[in-house]
């Protein structure tokens, strides 16, 4: 991952955590052994979280083009340096006490020439963790965009803190 | 975090062993919690304090005569903690610390670091640490928390010294 730039302006040009903050988000398990499988990577994934999270009493929230509190609502892109033919977006809202185990994302294993951003929107507080390969980000402001290039990085948010932990992701891809 | 030194000896395989075929106390949910306002707020937030976060080990639950690696001439306490994963420890300080006088506060590895096993002291989260490293807290009543979102069960130790008054 290396950072791209600070794009807290599109937030509040948004109105990004308000929006976010009206909105309770999906419901998604942790566990989603149905979308893990497909290749060697996901399956060893799925089998690795098999004995840990098969319980599906971990859950983390979502937005996405998809949810219904999202119908109605007009996403408008950040100016990224990069475009592709295709592309896609999702905030992720973790309340205090959801996570998402160290995985790899499974829509970024099939697609060609991909372009995955992740944006904070909020400035870092204590148990706002993300954790990419041995690495750990912290100390973020809001607006923060940074770039991944391997599909196959493992990471994981967590959210042990008091506020809900909000994030922009975005994916491109031809 | 103040790295004080590696004590890998200390860290003896029955101990690990024990820790990680039994499950010590259920807390927040196995036991009264403190009437403080950390408590209140954690609560508030929408954590679930009748829950099991994590496993906490003590005198009256490890089976081995324990004497902390340093300082043990010192009064102290000590405990140990599992968390399979998806457990985890909200942000939060530690009661007794600010109770005790001149409380040194200290954090023993038990397995070698792991990615998505996280212990986050203020705004530094320890990475790449091996079994024994012993750490010691800048202060000992400042706000840490940790959390496992990996695979593995994650194995700590901890102690404190303090002087009685």
Same mark, same amino acid.
């Given at each position: 991952m290396h950072y791209i730039g600070n794009y807290k302006s599109w937030i509040d040009d948004n109105n990004i955590i308000n929006m976010l903050e009206s909105k309770q988000g999906d419901c998604t398990p942790v566990w989603q052994p149905d979308r893990w499988t497909g290749n060697e990577t996901l399956e060893h994934f799925r089998e690795l979280a098999r004995p840990g999270y098969?319980?599906? =009493?971990f859950f983390f929230h979502q937005l996405n083009p998809s949810s219904e509190e999202m119908k109605d609502y007009k996403f408008v892109y950040p100016d990224l340096p990069k475009q592709r033919n295709n592309k896609f977006w999702w905030f992720v809202k973790l309340y205090p006490g959801e996570f998402q185990a160290m995985h790899v994302d499974p829509?970024?294993?099939?697609?060609?020439?991909f372009v995955r951003y992740t944006m904070f929107l909020q400035d870092w507080e204590p148990g706002h963790i993300f954790v990419y390969d041995d690495k750990i980000l912290n100390n973020? =402001?809001?607006?923060d965009l940074y770039e991944w290039n391997?599909?196959?990085?493992i990471h994981g948010p967590s959210n042990i803190g008091y506020t809900p932990r909000l994030t922009l992701q975005i994916t491109l891809h031809d | 975090m103040i790295f004080i030194d590696n004590?890998?000896?200390?860290?003896k395989d029955e101990y690990v062993e024990f820790m990680s075929n039994n499950d010590g106390t259920s807390r927040p949910g196995g036991g009264p919690n403190p009437d403080s306002e950390e408590f209140k707020i954690a609560t508030s937030a929408?954590?679930?304090?009748?829950?099991?976060y994590w496993y906490i080990y003590e005198p009256h639950t490890f089976p081995f005569e324990i004497t902390i690696p340093?300082?043990?001439h010192l009064d102290n306490i000590w405990w140990g903690i599992k968390m399979n994963p998806g457990n985890f420890m909200p942000m939060h300080t530690d009661p007794h610390t600010h109770d005790f006088k001149n409380c040194k506060r200290y954090w023993i590895a038990m397995q070698d670091y792991v990615p998505g096993h996280i212990f986050q002291y203020k705004d530094e989260v320890l990475t790449n640490y091996k079994k024994g490293d012993i750490f010691q807290y800048p202060d000992a009543n400042e706000i840490h928390g940790a959390c496992n979102i990996s695979y593995t069960k994650r194995l700590t130790f901890h102690f404190s010294t303090f002087e009685r008054d």
């Amino acid at each position: 991952m290396h950072y791209i730039g600070n794009y807290k302006s599109w937030i509040d040009d948004n109105n990004i955590i308000n929006m976010l903050e009206s909105k309770q988000g999906d419901c998604t398990p942790v566990w989603q052994p149905d979308r893990w499988t497909g290749n060697e990577t996901l399956e060893h994934f799925r089998e690795l979280a098999r004995p840990g999270y098969s319980c599906n =009493k971990f859950f983390f929230h979502q937005l996405n083009p998809s949810s219904e509190e999202m119908k109605d609502y007009k996403f408008v892109y950040p100016d990224l340096p990069k475009q592709r033919n295709n592309k896609f977006w999702w905030f992720v809202k973790l309340y205090p006490g959801e996570f998402q185990a160290m995985h790899v994302d499974p829509h970024l294993t099939e697609v060609e020439n991909f372009v995955r951003y992740t944006m904070f929107l909020q400035d870092w507080e204590p148990g706002h963790i993300f954790v990419y390969d041995d690495k750990i980000l912290n100390n973020y =402001k809001a607006g923060d965009l940074y770039e991944w290039n391997d599909p196959e990085t493992i990471h994981g948010p967590s959210n042990i803190g008091y506020t809900p932990r909000l994030t922009l992701q975005i994916t491109l891809h031809d | 975090m103040i790295f004080i030194d590696n004590y890998e000896s200390w860290v003896k395989d029955e101990y690990v062993e024990f820790m990680s075929n039994n499950d010590g106390t259920s807390r927040p949910g196995g036991g009264p919690n403190p009437d403080s306002e950390e408590f209140k707020i954690a609560t508030s937030a929408g954590y679930d304090l009748t829950s099991t976060y994590w496993y906490i080990y003590e005198p009256h639950t490890f089976p081995f005569e324990i004497t902390i690696p340093f300082d043990s001439h010192l009064d102290n306490i000590w405990w140990g903690i599992k968390m399979n994963p998806g457990n985890f420890m909200p942000m939060h300080t530690d009661p007794h610390t600010h109770d005790f006088k001149n409380c040194k506060r200290y954090w023993i590895a038990m397995q070698d670091y792991v990615p998505g096993h996280i212990f986050q002291y203020k705004d530094e989260v320890l990475t790449n640490y091996k079994k024994g490293d012993i750490f010691q807290y800048p202060d000992a009543n400042e706000i840490h928390g940790a959390c496992n979102i990996s695979y593995t069960k994650r194995l700590t130790f901890h102690f404190s010294t303090f002087e009685r008054d």
